[in-house]
Nanobody, 124 residues
Framework: QVQLVESGGGSVQAGGSLRLSCAAS????????MAWFRQAPGKEREGVAA????????YYADSVKGRFTISQENAKNTAYLQMNSLKPEDTAMYYC?????????????????WGQGTQVTVSS
């Protein structure tokens, strides 16, 4: 059974940094693509960053370009999201997703496995 477990969320002040981790178990290898999504209260879940081909290809939402970095550590079957220069509007529950099914890299229906989420709160 494939499981994705996120960690690393927390509360920080604007301008601070956090590093999220997504540990995948039940895989024999990191899936073709892994992604991070987020969902703020009252808003739809949106894609933030994605990495494919063991991190050789990366994709970012315009809102986080230059501030967030997605990476993968194959030996540990883990994906990371380094978040710098955090803003209050980055406050959300962050979810890890794996196994891209095709379609949009940030399509909410285009990933097979999802984690339970980790909360990120950025105060001004």
């Amino acid at each position: 059974q494939v499981q994705l477990v996120e960690s690393g969320g927390g509360s920080v002040q604007a301008g601070g940094s956090l590093r999220l981790s997504c540990a995948a178990s039940g895989y024999t290898y990191i899936s073709n693509c892994m992604a991070w999504f987020r969902q703020a209260p009252g808003k739809e879940r949106e894609g933030v960053a994605a990495a494919c081909s063991r991190g050789s290809r990366t994709y970012y939402a315009d809102s986080v370009k230059g501030r967030f970095t997605i990476s993968q550590e194959n030996a540990k079957n883990t994906a990371y999201l380094q978040m710098n220069s955090l803003k209050p509007e980055d406050t959300a529950m962050y979810y890890c997703a794996a196994t891209f099914l095709g379609g949009s890299m940030f399509g909410r229906d285009d990933y097979k496995y999802w984690g339970q989420g980790t909360q990120v709160t950025v105060s001004s």
